[in-house]
């Protein structure tokens, strides 16, 4: 059965440090993979997918990067957090047409 | 453009009651898929259903229902003999069909509480 792994599920980090946020899926080939948050407002944004290993599409511009250096391997990254990238942060697997299924989120305090 | 709206910010009910989620969306393609997600207190979005633009038949799972109507472009939800564990935000979303991706679009989610 396909499951999806998202770490760390808490973090603070100060303003200006560099943010890694890591999801692997398992048990499922050539997924989709999506980059979600989620502010206090409750509203979901899609911050980023990828189709495949390099293919990385950003849906809004932001201090944020996504990268995917394999298969199953999805990677949030920031060189210098601000304040306004706190959030819950979700990363959520597809396979074209499918429902999408979701990590257990990070919940990112930037201070 | 795609859109879907939860009009419904926030709804609380006491236990045993009936209580129906609104949902509804846009969008000009033919083809598309909604589905509604329930994210309890630990923030895990949890998939409940999935239904196609083809598919207008209600469907019943235990004591949650769905009612596609096409002509209102609606995808409501309703919990029959709601329990506190019922208690959490929920999402309505939709995808095209087609294409390399099928990017989810939500709506900004509607909190249900459940009182004892």
């Known amino acids: 059965s396909q499951t999806i792994h998202q770490w760390p599920a808490t973090l603070v980090q100060p303003v200006g440090s560099p943010l890694s946020l890591e999801c692997t899926v398992e048990?499922?080939?050539?997924?989709?993979l999506y980059w979600y948050r989620q502010a206090a407002g409750r509203g979901l944004q899609l911050l980023f997918y990828?189709?495949?290993?390099?293919?990385i599409s950003s849906e809004v511009p932001q201090n944020l990067s996504a990268s995917r250096p394999q298969d199953r391997q999805f990677i949030l990254s920031s060189k210098k957090l601000l304040l306004s990238d706190s959030g819950f942060y979700l990363c959520?697997?597809?396979?074209?047409?499918?429902?999408?299924?979701f990590g257990q989120g990070t919940r990112l305090t930037v201070v | 453009a795609q859109k879907v709206t939860q009009a419904q910010t926030e709804i609380s009910v006491v236990e045993k009651e009936d209580v129906t989620l609104d949902c509804v969306y846009e969008?000009?393609?033919?083809?598309?898929?909604l589905f509604w997600y329930k994210q309890p207190p630990s923030g895990e979005l949890v998939f409940l259903i999935r239904?196609?633009?083809?598919?207008?038949q209600n469907e019943i799972s235990g004591r949650y229902s769905w009612n596609f109507q096409k002509s209102t472009s609606s995808f409501n939800f309703t919990i029959t003999a709601s329990q506190v564990v019922d208690s959490a935000v929920y999402f309505c979303?939709?995808?095209?069909?087609?294409?390399?991706?099928?990017?989810?679009?939500f709506g900004t989610g509607t909190l249900l509480a459940v009182q004892p």
């Open positions: 969008t000009r393609d033919t083809t598309y898929y």
């Open positions: 239904r196609n633009s083809f598919d207008e």
């Open positions: 979303a939709l995808t095209l069909r087609g294409g390399a991706t099928n990017k989810l679009i």
């Open positions: 990828s189709v495949g290993i390099g293919q």
């Open positions: 048990g499922t080939s050539n997924p989709n």
């Open positions: 959520a697997w597809s396979v074209h047409g499918n429902e999408a299924f």
